[in-house]
């Protein structure tokens, strides 16, 4: 007997007998000729903001990254491990991905720890608490007064941090240059898992404006 969580074998039994079935041929020609992604979304690992559900995307469509709060650090050859840059310069490198989206989203608990490391819900523990301060000096932007809620410094840190991992972006020299040859375009957006709004920061402001689709 397995003690695998059958949650998830009933869905990969409803996977089999529905999307699979109706896109077999699709899979086949996918695991022949490889895959060929149009666009690499960064985003979190918040079970709630799943991007190839939001975008409606099917197989070998998205590559995605994801990790606690959807951040991308600096560019750092050191020697160390980063799986976010190794994911990265894959993605440009090897699958001439031209589209890159960092994608953040509403009540992030890794944002809310970073706004508010006093009352962190997230265990400092060996990793998160370093990952996190990545956040710090844009969080250090926010002003924790009167004038905002809670709820508004949040979804400003939220926005702020997406506009500071598409800065991080373009210090890889990988995705620099092609920025600059016009053979690359970031981008950025902001999903609200309440209402589900998709907010697209405008490349030349950095405002988000709410998506009219």
């Not at 960064?42 to 190839?52: F, H, I, K, L, Q």
């Not at 926005?159 to 373009?170: D, E, F, H, P, Y």
Request: charged share 25%.
């Amino acid at each position: 007997m397995t003690d695998f969580p059958p949650t998830l074998l009933a869905g990969y039994e409803n996977f089999m007998s529905g999307r699979y079935s109706g896109e077999r041929d699709r899979y086949r020609n996918l695991a022949e000729t490889g895959q060929k992604p149009h666009t690499l979304v960064v985003a979190c690992c918040d079970s709630r903001a799943a991007p190839e559900t939001i975008f409606d995307s099917g197989p070998g469509e998205l590559f995605v990254i994801r990790n606690v709060a959807n951040l991308v650090p600096p560019y750092e050859p050191d020697g160390q491990y980063h799986a976010t840059s190794a994911a990265l310069e894959y993605a440009v490198q090897v699958l001439k991905i031209r589209d890159i989206v960092v994608m953040g989203h509403g009540r992030c608990g890794g944002i809310q720890a970073a706004l508010d490391p006093s009352d962190e819900p997230l265990s400092p523990g060996d990793f998160i608490g370093k990952w996190m301060g990545l956040l710090r000096p844009t969080a250090e932007q926010i002003p924790n007064t009167d004038v905002l809620t809670q709820a508004e410094r949040q979804t400003a840190l939220e926005r702020v941090s997406i506009r500071s991992s598409l800065a991080n972006l373009r210090t890889f020299p990988c995705v620099r240059i092609l920025e600059e040859k016009g053979r690359m375009r970031l981008h950025g957006a902001w999903f609200d898992i309440s209402t589900g709004e998709l907010w697209l920061m405008d490349s030349k402001t950095g405002d988000f404006i709410r998506s009219s689709v």
